[in-house]
């Protein structure tokens, strides 16, 4: 498949070879990760309405590993939710499932009234697209591209004309407090604003569901504050 754009991270081997970690796709899918090595606890797991077992099992050269086990819940339209629990126990592989980035070894994903496991890739990917907005840990801000292309990227993927959209980006931007910071690149930016430009891409398709992966692991506790309200509103 032809990768648009995106971004690869490397990482280095005991024996210095290099080795790829994940690759950001922007293509069909902007959230979609490749994960290619060793990332087991980068994965994901979830739970369906009616009731049923998931789990999500890994395998590696020592033996298989469950990353989930009969995971059940259900998540109301309004609801928020948080999911809380020690580095490396499932949260990750938790989200990735709620939102089709990948599929549970058993059981059912319910999401907005589609079960996944009768949906062909492409209409996950759709899915996706247009019902979930992702606020990923590390921001996965594209370094090329200014504070607003950031956040009007999902449009620009899924093909909608912005200058619809632009009164929506200009509300946002006042939101998240960014107006006058609208043109400038990530590494212009601080943590804090580009965790607010991540969320504000999250926000600008006007999604069903809001996934966000630790969005306050990287901030001090008064930018934390302001981005968990800023979540609430949304």
Not at 6 to 31: H, M, N, S
Not at 42 to 56: F, L, S, V, Y
Not at 122 to 137: A, D, E, P, S, Y
Request: glycine share 8%.
């Amino acid at each position: 498949e032809e990768i648009c754009a995106g971004v690869e991270i490397y990482f280095t081997g005991r024996t210095g070879q290099q080795y790829l970690k994940t690759a950001f796709i922007l293509c069909d899918d902007y959230t979609e990760l490749a994960s290619k090595l060793f990332l087991r606890d980068a994965d994901p797991n979830w739970t369906d309405k009616k009731g049923e077992h998931r789990w999500k099992n890994y395998h590696d050269i020592l033996g298989d590993v469950d990353a989930l086990v009969k995971v059940d819940f259900v998540v109301e339209k309004g609801e928020f939710v948080s999911i809380m629990g020690p580095s490396g126990s499932g949260k990750s592989t938790l989200l990735h499932l709620i939102g089709g980035l990948d599929q549970p070894s058993g059981g059912e994903v319910t999401l907005d009234g589609h079960r996944l496991s009768l949906l062909k890739d492409k209409q996950i990917t759709l899915i996706r697209r247009r019902n979930i907005g992702f606020v990923f840990q590390f921001f996965n801000l594209l370094p090329t591209l200014s504070a607003q292309e950031n956040i009007t990227l999902p449009l620009l993927i899924d093909g909608r004309n912005l200058n619809h959209y632009k009164e929506r980006l200009d509300k946002i931007l006042e939101l998240i407090g960014l107006t006058d910071r609208r043109e400038h690149k990530p590494e212009q930016l601080s943590g804090g604003e580009q965790q607010r430009v991540a969320l504000a891409r999250a926000l600008i398709t006007e999604p069903a569901i809001i996934l966000a992966d630790e969005p306050t692991g990287n901030l001090d506790s008064k930018t934390g504050q302001n981005i968990m309200q800023l979540l609430r509103l949304s």
